[in-house]
């Protein structure tokens, strides 16, 4: 842990003192609930619902390796799902806001002329903002709900494509798959799972211009 902790910190320092360019990005989010109960029983019957995110941080070259590149930032992001429970007739809705804190390492795979592909990973910690759950008219409000009102660890991994616009000026659209840790919520535990489609703009901040 000590060592895990050490390598990120190390990694912020590093990213935010060689940073070289500004990130803003925003997109779409495909979110669904993994619920289960204190009996050890999965919610049925939830489906995905659609959100948007917005970010912006920082981009640098990780350590001393000049095809990884690490960034540090922070996002906006909306959740939720919705379900029903045929046997008693409720119909079930969830919408949450996270501020969160992301890191990530992305690493160019290949170039396509002056464009390029490149793989990503990010985790992220959050905190919420707000939320609600709708159960049939009534509505309650998840700031006071102990399943939510946590931290939530996400990890999400992804592939995108970029292309400079000018000297400046690069943008990028990416895909990215996420599923947030269990919650240690003894003995309900809910998990999160998103897909993202997004568009972002790289700034550069430096002169030296990054290939």
């Known amino acids: 842990m000590k060592k895990n902790l050490l390598f990120f910190s190390l990694l912020i ?5 060689t940073a070289q360019q500004l990130y803003l990005e925003t997109g779409k989010t495909s979110s669904l609930f993994d619920y289960e109960n204190s009996q ?5 019957n939830l489906q995905s619902t659609n959100h948007n995110f917005m ?24 959740y939720g799902s919705i379900g029903s429970d045929d046997t008693v007739g409720n119909f079930m809705q969830w919408d949450v806001n996270y501020l969160e ?6 690493h160019k795979l290949f170039s396509i002329k002056k464009g390029a592909v490149f793989i990503k990973g990010v985790t992220s910690l ?14 309650m409000n998840l700031k006071k709900a102990e399943e ?6 996400d990890f999400r991994l992804g592939a995108g ?7 400046n000026l690069s943008f990028y ?14 003995p309900e535990k809910l998990k999160i799972e998103s897909k993202n489609i997004s568009f972002g703009l790289l700034i550069n901040l430096s002169k030296n211009k990054i290939k």
Do not use: C
């Not at 804190?101 to 992305?106: E, I, K, S, T, Y």
């Not at 494509?161 to 000297?167: A, C, Q, R, T, Y």
């Open 13 to 17: 320092m590093t990213t935010i003192a």
């Open 40 to 44: 050890g029983e999965q919610l049925q």
């Open 55 to 78: 970010a912006f941080g920082f981009r640098g070259r990780a350590i001393t390796n000049r095809e990884i590149m690490g960034s540090i930032g922070v996002r906006y992001a909306s």
């Open 101 to 106: 804190f992301n890191m990530g390492l992305d």
């Open 126 to 139: 959050g905190f919420l903002v707000q939320g609600s759950q709708t159960i049939n008219n009534e509505v």
């Open 148 to 153: 939510f009102d946590q931290f939530l660890i």
């Open 161 to 167: 494509f970029s292309h400079p616009i000018s000297d």
């Open 173 to 186: 659209v990416q895909y990215m798959y996420g599923k947030s840790m269990v919650w240690i919520v003894k």
